[in-house]
């Protein structure tokens, strides 16, 4: 395989993994976390996988019929090298708590 395809390959596979969420998972007793990594390597703050993790925890809990409610949130600033990665700890409460 030469250089080029070799290097389109990784350019692609980076781009259709490197911003994958991981879903919602659960952490055990109510709480659930979501995390996301940024396609910015190296510069830029990662806010919108932030909003992006933050509306799918949201969702999520919308469609339990309740409300979301953060215990910890996680921003990891790109570096050069690394990009950066956003993680959202949450449990969803009912409504009006």
Not at 15 to 35: E, N
């Amino acid at each position: 395989m030469s250089f080029t395809k070799t290097s389109l390959w990784v350019v692609s596979f980076i781009a259709l993994t490197g911003c994958a969420s991981t879903g919602i998972m659960k952490t055990g007793g109510d709480r659930y976390i979501v995390s996301k990594t940024s396609l910015q390597v190296g510069f830029g703050a990662p806010t919108a996988v932030h909003a992006e993790i933050s509306q799918e925890a949201e969702d999520f809990c919308a469609k339990q019929n309740k409300t979301l409610d953060v215990v910890n949130t996680d921003i990891k600033h790109p570096a050069l090298g690394r990009p950066g990665s956003a993680t959202l700890e949450f449990r969803c409460k009912e409504k009006g708590q």
